[in-house]
């Protein structure tokens, strides 16, 4: 069973409930009870012990190493789209999209098989692609 208390918050009870992970990093949920302070404190906490009797925390989601490169830096984007920027995922998605995930869905190059050299290729790849797109005259 996994620790935890009753917290009041905006005139409501909440379940918080505070947990080890697999990596032991330590956490927190909170659990609306959807039960207003008022007369509800006996119903709260029976609502917690619940709770915590039958919390599993969630297992990290471990990644198949068969999966294409390209594949896994578009789930990437997913993951971390609450947790950046707005501008800045843009131009994470912008980059994935446009050029990472073109170049090695054509290489056809697993996550369990991609090296440095691969991406060391995929950005020479993309410094000529560049390269071209300038005006002739600019280069010289």
Not at 25 to 44: E, P, Y
Not at 56 to 77: S, T
Not at 104 to 132: P, Y
């Amino acid at each position: 069973m996994v620790a935890g208390h009753l917290r009041e918050k905006k005139g409501y009870y909440y379940a918080v409930l505070n947990y080890t992970d697999s990596l032991g990093k330590r956490k927190t949920k909170w659990i609306s009870t959807g039960l207003t302070v008022k007369g509800n404190k006996k119903r709260a906490e029976a609502i917690l012990m619940d709770a915590r009797r039958n919390f599993n925390p969630e297992e990290p989601k471990v990644m198949n190493g068969d999966i294409l490169f390209a594949d896994y830096m578009e789930q990437w984007l997913d993951i971390i789209k609450s947790s950046v920027a707005v501008p800045t995922f843009a131009s994470y998605s912008t980059t994935v999209k446009r050029v990472v995930a073109p170049y090695f869905r054509e290489k056809e190059i697993t996550l369990k098989n991609l090296t440095a050299k691969d991406i060391q290729e995929s950005c020479k790849q993309k410094s000529i692609a560049e390269m071209k797109k300038v005006p002739q005259n600019l280069r010289d």
